[in-house]
């Protein structure tokens, strides 16, 4: 009897899960991008809700029925327990968590999981993500911050020197936009990973409410020894952050929670606790700063 394989598997072969709350037309917009130019294989939907108000999800149902498979959720715990409800229901050989407020380009979720399929290293394939002018988003290649990093980009050494491996390093300015390769982390709007590599490392850590949950995780597979890579043939389109749009301060406050929480979680260990009080401290110090700077523009 030959191996049973991905192609041969019952079952969809590739789980496509689209977390949504209160995603207004963006999620229909990208349901309609993905079945303009399906997958030449069997795949399947998922769209856990986290407890929407709006008309998203009845849009979404009205408009693909059972193409679709909805779980309403009926809390709002965040991004990483939101999309973990779809992992559990999966049943693809390959997940891609894919963000609301994405369209796909023609053929960009195919080639992702030809892609690890030829590559038995690679956990995660990263598209090339683009926004709407086409022009290349810098969290699609990056890699895992270090605190130099986090300096080097704060004090715009990264954009004075993009070509330098040294102060370019995180957003990996010096390597070809246009050429497959092997990073440490790609962009968490769209993440295409193989099931054995979950079963290995496990979930989102849900201890992030929203941010660094994706870059907590390739870290763990590297760990691991799996590979990401940048698979530029590959394009989404990705519209923007439509949480920001009604969860401003709260995003803001989201973001810097998360920068300290994977700095303790990975980081803390290689420092004493004054340079680790230090680093918060300079989290939250900028925190404070960016709110009291668009108070002054305005931003209410």
């Not at 229901?89 to 030829?118: I, K, Q, W």
């Not at 911050?145 to 102060?167: M, N």
């Not at 940048?230 to 389109?237: E, F, K």
Request: proline share 5%; hydrophobic share 40%; net charge positive.
């Amino acid at each position: 009897m030959p191996p049973i394989t991905a192609e041969s598997a019952p079952g969809p072969r590739l789980s496509v899960i689209i977390l949504n709350h209160n995603s207004g037309g963006l999620l229909l917009d990208c349901l309609n991008s993905i079945f303009a130019d399906p997958p030449r294989f069997p795949f399947e939907i998922i769209v856990p809700d986290n407890a929407s108000t709006d008309q998203s999800l009845e849009r979404a149902r009205q408009a693909w029925g059972d193409r679709i498979r909805v779980l309403e959720n009926g809390a709002n715990r965040g991004f990483a327990w939101g999309n973990n409800r779809g992992i559990d229901a999966a049943r693809g050989s390959y997940l891609c968590l894919l963000n609301p407020d994405t369209v796909v380009r023609s053929g960009a979720l195919g080639n992702l999981v030809e892609f690890l399929e030829r590559h038995p290293c690679a956990g995660f394939a990263g598209p090339k993500v683009v926004d709407r002018d086409g022009a290349l988003q810098s969290s699609a290649k990056r890699s895992i911050p270090t605190l130099f990093d986090a300096i080097s980009h704060v004090l715009l050494l990264s954009r004075i020197f993009p070509k330098s491996r040294r102060f370019g390093r995180y957003e990996t300015t010096y390597l070809d936009d246009d050429r497959p390769q092997q990073v440490e982390a790609s962009d968490g709007c769209c993440m295409m990973v193989r099931r054995s590599v979950i079963d290995q490392i496990g979930k989102l850590d849900e201890g992030y409410f929203i941010y660094c949950e994706d870059v907590d995780w390739f870290l763990r597979a590297k760990w691991a020894g799996w590979e990401v890579w940048y698979c530029p043939d590959s394009v989404i389109v990705h519209l923007g952050s439509h949480t920001r749009t009604f969860r401003r301060w709260q995003a803001v406050r989201d973001f810097h929670d998360s920068m300290i929480r994977f700095h303790r979680k990975f980081y803390a260990r290689r420092h004493s606790p004054a340079i680790n009080a230090l680093i918060c401290g300079a989290v939250r110090a900028r925190m404070y700063l960016i709110m009291g700077w668009r108070t002054l523009r305005g931003w209410n």
